[in-house]
């Protein structure tokens, strides 16, 4: 943009010219004051001389002695400095003629005076006062021609003055302060937060220096603003979705442990999280301790054949894997929400199974308290009645014998015997030491009691899932299984004996005692064998049956089969 130049050498100009105008009035006034501070005297001066010459016609008439003194006097007064002045160089020529005419003039009527002749000093006084006369209106002309030259120079400065304010008062407001004025206008749009603002143009380097600092800063503004207001959106976007998925956390935390964890819940946590991230596949592995797994599968499925690699999320809790998260997605993945996801399945599952180990350990301190108090008890007051019993016998005497009385004894100390046994047999189940406070440690461990006992080879094939089946479930289960592995030991004679548990295709959990023995020909429910009734009503509890089949290739099968506490994953 083309500039003329430097507002404040404009302005400095401006001023200097103001300011020489100013002093050339000023000293042009004071030099004319200086010429006409004498003018007043000069002319007061001359209008004595009149007063004089008749002075002196009236001294000289009268005869008087001072004639002289009066001589001198107006002389004097004729020669005296403010008269004098009529012979400066600034005085009009026609003042200087005047004054020396009176000069001559004085001459010659001085001559009469110091004659005596009367006559012609009083015949020429009227043209003497009147040569004086003259003299004075020729100074007081002269000094109003003075005092008209001062008035003119201050009338024409004075409207040089004001000519040149007007110009400067225009300059000013049309140069400075609209400008000014815009630029004031710009500051206070930029204030307000509306940085699309236009400079005024201006023709001078500092106004135009402050436009552009103004502007620059106007769009630097503008850039920080939007930068800003990025950065505010993009912060509201992720604290929006964060506080998103701390809900979306917190909802499926609360379900979680609302009521009892069970597989139902894991795959409604996990059909969430895949509508929630528009997941393509989601699935949860869960391991166990025995290196079987379970696969809850979000609404979808799994597809049989992977198109695209799918990403795992481990759960871990202190370095130990419960299992791992497996997804699959056409989007990127929100690393944080899935391991806050999967750390809120792990510690759910965690606590899920130290709640079911505490209610196990419970269950296993209460058997044990029980085992002690029947054995204090009622193991006491059998072993009573079976000495009692005895010593019965022994002290009828032969008048008191007969058949009837030896069978009815002999069925209750086989009563007696039968109860004892059964009891020793449920202090031992009562009584099991397992590391874990799982079912299948817990059976392995009762069948390896009884592999001591005997030579039979005694198998377990376990391959449940530990959330199929409930603490409470437990002791059932494994009193039933020990009640048909003892019975094989002892009345089917045979070499080898299996136990099955498993998950059938119909859903429904089988527990099976197979025996390669001699097997049996007629079994009726609920026989004279009490121990068959207790079983019954062992699977009676369990909401299942129990059955007896034998074998094709000869022994028996003891099935045992119950709904789960759970509907299974895969089956």
């Known amino acids: 943009m083309f500039t003329r130049g430097s507002l404040t050498s404009t302005i400095l100009s401006l001023m200097l010219m103001l300011i020489l105008l100013s002093s050339s009035l000023a000293v042009f006034s004071i030099v004319n004051l200086t010429f006409s501070l004498g003018d007043a005297k000069g002319i007061n001066a001359s209008g004595s001389l009149r007063m004089q010459s008749y002075r002196l016609l009236l001294y000289t008439n009268a005869g008087s002695h001072n004639t002289d003194k009066k001589i001198t006097e107006f002389e004097n007064t004729l020669n005296s400095e403010a008269l004098k002045r009529s012979f400066a160089w600034y005085s009009p020529e026609e003042l200087r003629n005047q004054y020396l005419v009176v000069i001559d003039k004085w001459q010659v009527m001085r001559v009469y005076i110091e004659q005596g002749n009367t006559q012609l000093y009083s015949n020429s006084l009227t043209d003497f006062v009147d040569t004086i006369n003259t003299l004075v209106f020729k100074m007081e002309q002269f000094a109003a021609f003075k005092l008209?030259?001062?008035?003119?120079?201050?009338?024409?400065?004075?409207?040089?003055?004001?000519?040149?304010?007007?110009?400067?008062?225009?300059?000013?407001?049309?140069?400075?302060?609209?400008?000014?004025?815009?630029?004031?206008?710009?500051?206070?749009?930029?204030?307000?937060?509306?940085?699309?603002?236009?400079?005024?143009?201006?023709?001078?380097?500092?106004?135009?220096a402050l436009g552009n600092a103004l502007q620059k800063t106007a769009a630097e503004l503008a850039s920080l603003y939007e930068d800003l207001e990025d950065q505010v959106a993009e912060k509201t976007l992720a604290l929006t979705r964060a506080n998103n998925e701390l809900k979306f956390l917190y909802d499926n935390l609360v379900m979680l442990h609302a009521d009892k964890l069970d597989y139902k819940a894991l795959q409604s946590a996990i059909n969430q999280l895949k509508y929630y991230e528009d997941l393509t596949y989601l699935r949860l592995i869960v391991e166990h301790d025995d290196g079987s797994e379970d696969v809850i599968e979000a609404e979808g499925g799994w597809p049989k054949e992977l198109q695209a690699e799918s990403v795992h999320f481990p759960l871990l809790i202190e370095k130990t894997q419960l299992g791992y998260l497996d997804v699959i997605s056409n989007r990127p993945l929100n690393q944080l929400l899935f391991e806050n996801f999967a750390m809120m399945l792990t510690r759910s599952i965690t606590i899920h199974n130290a709640s079911e180990q505490r209610q196990q350990l419970a269950l296993l301190e209460e058997r044990a308290v029980i085992a002690r108090e029947l054995h204090d008890?009622?193991?006491?007051?059998?072993?009573?009645?079976?000495?009692?019993?005895?010593?019965?016998?022994?002290?009828?005497?032969?008048?008191?014998?007969?058949?009837?009385?030896?069978?009815?004894?002999?069925?209750?100390?086989?009563?007696?015997?039968?109860?004892?046994?059964?009891?020793?047999?449920?202090?031992?189940?009562?009584?099991?030491?397992?590391?874990?406070?799982?079912?299948?440690?817990?059976?392995?461990?009762?069948?390896?009691?009884?592999?001591?006992?005997?030579?039979?080879?005694?198998?377990?094939?376990?391959?449940?899932?530990?959330?199929?089946?409930?603490a409470k479930q437990h002791i059932h289960i494994l009193q039933l299984i020990r009640e048909a592995t003892l019975n094989a030991i002892k009345h089917a004679k045979p070499a080898h004996i299996v136990v099955d548990c498993q998950l059938t295709e119909n859903g429904m959990i089988t527990i099976s005692i197979c025996d390669d023995g001699i097997g049996v020909t007629h079994l009726a429910e609920r026989d004279q064998h009490f121990g068959i009734g207790i079983m019954h009503e062992r699977a009676n509890k369990l909401n299942g049956i129990v059955s007896f089949n034998s074998n094709p290739l000869g022994g028996t099968t003891v099935t045992l089969s119950f709904p789960p506490q759970q509907e299974p994953l895969n089956g």
């Open 148 to 208: 008209k030259l001062l008035v003119i120079g201050q009338i024409f400065g004075l409207s040089i003055l004001l000519v040149i304010a007007f110009f400067a008062v225009v300059f000013t407001r049309k140069r400075v302060v609209k400008p000014l004025q815009l630029l004031m206008d710009s500051a206070a749009t930029i204030s307000k937060g509306n940085f699309n603002v236009e400079m005024p143009k201006t023709g001078y380097i500092e106004l135009t």
């Open 377 to 470: 008890s009622i193991g006491q007051l059998l072993s009573f009645l079976k000495i009692q019993v005895s010593l019965l016998r022994k002290s009828l005497g032969n008048s008191c014998r007969s058949p009837e009385v030896e069978s009815q004894l002999m069925e209750i100390n086989e009563g007696v015997s039968t109860a004892y046994v059964q009891l020793r047999e449920l202090l031992s189940t009562f009584r099991l030491t397992i590391k874990e406070p799982n079912l299948s440690q817990a059976i392995e461990v009762m069948l390896e009691q009884l592999r001591h006992q005997t030579n039979i080879d005694i198998q377990l094939n376990y391959t449940l899932s530990a959330h199929l089946l409930e």
